[in-house]
């Protein structure tokens, strides 16, 4: 079953804006880890943040990680129309089976 | 990274038939997955493709109707039986590398529609 929630479902911006996007998770965790899919296709690999790290940044995504909340955020800053798509969280549930639990997912549409 | 291409990208299948999906990487992994995603919705583990055995199965899947192949380290099947319209979904791969043990690789799909 899907462990991770996120909000918004759907997101909307303007180009140059900042897009935030979070994701609350129900169990305890190795890793979590953002996705990116355009228009159905395959997943991009994003970024990954361990249980014992707390913020992590990779150009212009900054990720923050709280395990006593069971939270996860994603910022993109200076969005661009091509990072239109869909953004899901991931996690490592850290039993060995490195099996990922996704998200329900975030559609951000950036319009130019 | 890993080059990871899925055979066939998609297909328009009759209800009651079945479709074998496959998925080939070009380094070598050591686990391999297939997802499920239905339409508008998020990612859902089918299973883990084992090599040389059984696969092992998420709750709500049965190999009798998702059975899956992994006969070596860099490929796998999977089969959709006696589809359904309710089978219509994106049916990923992914893959652990080798030394690489946190991050999945992903196939860039196949998209099902069953009538």
């Known amino acids: 079953s899907q462990q991770g929630e996120e909000d918004p479902q759907a997101l909307s911006i303007q180009e140059g804006e900042n897009a935030t996007m979070n994701c609350s998770y129900k169990?305890?965790?190795?890793?979590l880890q953002w996705y990116r899919q355009n228009s159905g296709r395959g997943l991009v690999h994003l970024i990954l943040i361990r249980s014992n790290e707390r913020e992590k940044h990779s150009g212009r995504l900054r990720v923050t990680l709280d395990t006593s909340k069971k939270s996860s955020s994603l910022l993109i800053t200076a969005s661009r129309a091509a990072d239109t798509a869909s953004y899901f969280c991931?996690?490592?549930?850290?039993?060995?089976?490195?099996?990922?639990?996704f998200g329900s997912g975030t559609r951000l549409l950036v319009r130019p | 990274s890993a080059v990871i291409s899925q055979k066939p990208s998609r297909d328009i299948c009759q209800r009651g038939t079945s479709l074998t999906i496959q998925c080939q990487v070009d380094s070598q992994v050591t686990m391999m997955f297939w997802y499920r995603q239905q339409p508008g919705q998020s990612l859902t583990l089918i299973a883990t493709a084992n090599q040389g055995s059984e696969a092992t199965y998420e709750s709500g899947f049965v190999i009798d109707k998702f059975p899956i192949s992994r006969p070596n380290l860099t490929f796998s099947t999977l089969t959709v039986s006696n589809m359904s319209p309710e089978d219509s979904s994106i049916y990923l791969c992914s893959v652990l590398l080798a030394g690489i043990y946190n991050e999945q690789f992903f196939g860039p799909g196949t998209r099902l529609t069953v009538l």
């Open positions: 991931a996690t490592d549930p850290g039993d060995s089976s490195y099996k990922l639990i």
């Open positions: 169990t305890s965790i190795n890793n």
